[in-house]
């Protein structure tokens, strides 16, 4: 795995940290779960490349600016 990818991994993960107040148990059950936003998949499911982790972290981008209900 590329330096890149692990840093953008690294970025999902802290956004998703972030979105759930630290709570990491909480974290991880939304990582795991299907998300309408993401075409009913788990953002976990879209980690293993570039373009998936760009689409969870753009999602995660846009419920940090209150973009996405």
């Known amino acids: 795995m590329g330096r890149n990818m692990q840093e953008l991994r690294k970025q999902v993960y802290r956004g998703v940290l ?3 107040e630290g ?3 909480t974290a991880e059950l939304w ?3 299907p998300i309408r936003a993401l075409g009913d998949q788990a953002p976990v ?3 293993g490349t570039e ?3 760009l689409k969870v972290r753009n999602l995660i981008r846009k419920w940090e600016e209150g973009a996405v209900s």
């Open 18 to 20: 972030e979105l759930h």
């Open 23 to 25: 709570d990491k148990a």
């Open 31 to 33: 990582l795991s779960s």
């Open 45 to 47: 499911a879209l980690m």
């Open 51 to 53: 373009v998936g982790v």
